[in-house]
């Protein structure tokens, strides 16, 4: 752990979040995926090992990140019109805020397996930075949920069927943020605590010369030492970059690749970059130098089997990478030789997340995979959660996984009991209920009227009747049309649940809506 030491070490003294105990970026407090957890759980399911799961609305892939009693994470509709951040008390599952941030008239189209709130947030004390890639940037108050400061003037062109992913850091006193479309590509540092533009640094290759579908790419900035403090590393299109804390350019590295969305690690004297997407290849560069440093910083390269989503994960001397495909793959961190190399099940977006000699691999099936570090491959367990879309980083508060999937976020911990509903009575959900009034005082999506005698029906097309019950204080009703839905408080709040024909309770939600219960 010599080294993961040594580089947080550096990363402290740019970073007044990086000493807190918290989970508050992506990828964690170091940003290389490491948790100071000693005792994650190494085995759990949906009815083990799962002290509560919540349903989140609409779609995201950003993950969460954790300060003090909070989880915070972005979501949006599916279509991208309407961007949300949600709030959910780490202990309980409650969810703490639920606030509507941004509507966008005319957003891209991206592709099916991006969200228009793909980019994690980065949390401190008393604010949270929310990051919607073009669409716009807010910094909200903690406590009340309120905006404290916007933007919507970092614009670029995402590129049709591909979308944001980019999440922010912090550096300093900055929000550090890669604006990088087929358009315009620039790294930029807002003020904290106003929002304003500090510095702005356009890349200096001329992008002039490359075919506009080849100008994008994901990723966020990587930290590595210099000197006495940090630079910035930046992969990205065509390059790979390092900036001072001010944004002066220190050295690069030319390419051809793009759409980068792996973030760069250091360690060793290295930094090992991800710089390609259709054909990804693993460059480890020396992080000393000054100008173009093509020709003479890079250590090695691996081109065989590598990650097109996943950051690498250097672990003392060893760096584990896992492709789309599934394929690990465990490499010498100064030369680049493979050690070993295998198959695992499913395909892979998330980062491998490690703590205490173990690694936690989570597919895209909900399944996760934990090895244990070293030069041979082992297999220490295999867990998995009811089957649903898992393309998140995890995140470790203390010793427990904050795992958030296609419909719902998990706090997953040995020996945890699900903790008894909340209190409700069935008369406080007998009634009829506006399902989707929109705020102007509009007409409802649909009526759903739940009777005292547990029987229901909502005015959809076509009509439907259906029989409910109270579970855990929700309303869960079942429709003749095969659809189910839930009723549920959120905050100041409550929302409708919707699943689809063939789908259960616990299974990923097709689509939710506000609730408002009528006098």
Known sequence: MRVALLLFSFVLSANPVAGEESWWQFLGPDGNAHGRATNLPVRWADHENVTWKVPIHDRGWSSPVIFGNQVWMTTATADGHKLF?????????????????????????????????????????GRVFVHFGTYGTACLDTKTGDTLWSRRDLKCDHEANAGPASSPTIIDQNLVVHVDG???????ALDRATGKTVWKTLRSYDY???????????????????????????????????????????WRVRHKGWSIAPRPVAGHGLVFAIVDRDHPELWAIRHDGDGDVTDSHIAWKETRSMPQRCTPILIDALLYVVNRAGI???????????????????????????????????????????IRPGRKFEVIAVNSLSKQQLLASPAVDEDAFIVRTAGYLYRIETGAQRPPGP?????????????????????????????????????????????WQLVNGEARVVWSDGWRDIIRHQGNRY???AFRPGADFDSAPDNTDTAEKLP
Not at 106 to 125: D, F, G, L, M
């Open 182 to 188: 087929r358009d315009i590509q620039y790294i930029v």
């Open 423 to 467: 209190k409700a009575r069935p008369e406080s959900f007998v009634g009829r209920w506006d399902i989707g009034r929109p705020k102007d005082g509009g007409k409802p999506t649909f009526v759903m009227t739940l009777n005292a005698d547990f029987t229901a029906r909502k005015s959809h097309v076509p009509k439907a009747s259906g029989k």
């Open 328 to 370: 690990m793959t465990c490499l010498e961190a100064k030369t680049g030789n493979v050690v070993w190399k295998t198959r695992l099940g499913g395909s892979y977006s998330a980062t491998p997340i490690f703590a205490k000699d173990r690694i936690y691999l989570f597919n895209e099936d909900s399944t996760c995979t934990i």
């Open 85 to 125: 951040a949600i709030c959910v008390d780490k202990n309980t599952g409650r969810v703490l805020h639920d606030r509507h941030i941004f509507d966008v008239k005319e957003p891209q189209k991206i592709t099916v397996e991006n969200t228009y709130a793909t980019p994690t947030p980065v949390i401190e004390k």
């Open 495 to 497: 929302r409708k649940i």
């Open 208 to 250: 002039s010369k490359v075919p506009v579908h080849m100008r994008k790419a994901y990723g966020m900035p990587g930290i590595a030492p210099r000197g006495d403090g940090v630079q910035l590393v930046s992969s990205v299109a065509q390059g790979v970059y390092a900036y001072n804390v001010s944004g002066k350019e220190l």
